[in-house]
């Protein structure tokens, strides 16, 4: 694991936590989806939403670990065993109704696809949900810190790491911190907007051949 040149550390401001989301999602094609430009009030219901999100993987174990710069965050869950249960998933399709106003719908159907079409067969995870960097205050090598503090933190645990990259710029990006590309793209209806599943090997299965 590369040496960290930044202090990393869990923390608990979730209103920065949701204030570096909105920014680094905002122009994000699945959020696009979500919350059309076009959309009144885009910016409230995107917020209204990441912190929704926030919240709901706080109360089932995960946390978001941050940078000294307070430029730049991840937002992780913990892998459940057994699955959460269904009134724990309606209480959370009910938060996002009443966070998201007219985005509601669409903002159910995304994290339904994340859910109903996640790859099958993966060995236990860490679910890395949100990723990002006040575009402002990037700092070089600071996502790059936290990233190396989740693989020791993973490792301790004897866990692997998934997530859904949200773009191919994004996806080359978590296949340069050590993700591969696993299952089929998750597709957005109307079939413009997909996202990519990765998830690392370092402890289990060889990485297939995608050659």
């Known amino acids: 694991?590369?040496?960290?040149?930044?202090?990393?550390?869990?923390?608990?401001?979730?209103?920065?936590?949701?204030?570096i989301m909105v920014s680094a999602f905002a122009a994000d094609p699945s959020f696009a989806w979500t919350t059309p430009f076009d959309m009144?009030?885009?910016?409230?219901?995107?917020?209204?939403?990441?912190?929704?999100w926030h919240m709901f993987i706080r109360r089932h174990g995960g946390f978001a670990v941050m940078d000294s710069s307070r430029a730049s965050a991840i937002i992780t869950e913990p892998y459940h065993d057994p699955p959460l249960s269904d009134a724990d998933i309606k209480r959370f399709h009910d938060e996002i109704t009443q966070a998201t106003g007219p985005a509601a719908e669409r903002f159910i159907t995304f994290v339904e696809l994340l859910e109903d079409k996640k790859p099958q067969g993966l060995p236990p995870h860490i679910h890395w949900c949100l990723g990002g960097v006040l575009p402002d205050r990037y700092e070089r090598g600071a996502i790059a810190d936290i990233i190396n503090w989740h693989k020791g933190y993973a490792d301790a645990l004897g866990l692997e790491?998934?997530?859904e990259a949200s773009s191919l710029g994004a996806m080359e990006r978590w296949s340069n911190a050590g993700f591969a590309r696993v299952g089929d793209p998750i597709q957005m209806p109307g079939g413009e907007v997909e996202l990519y599943p990765m998830r690392t090997y370092r402890r289990s299965a060889p990485r297939p051949d995608t050659t």
């Open 1 to 19: 694991m590369a040496e960290r040149q930044r202090d990393v550390f869990l923390c608990d401001d979730i209103e920065h936590v949701d204030h």
């Open 161 to 163: 790491h998934y997530l």
């Open 40 to 52: 009144p009030e885009r910016e409230r219901w995107l917020l209204g939403f990441l912190h929704t």
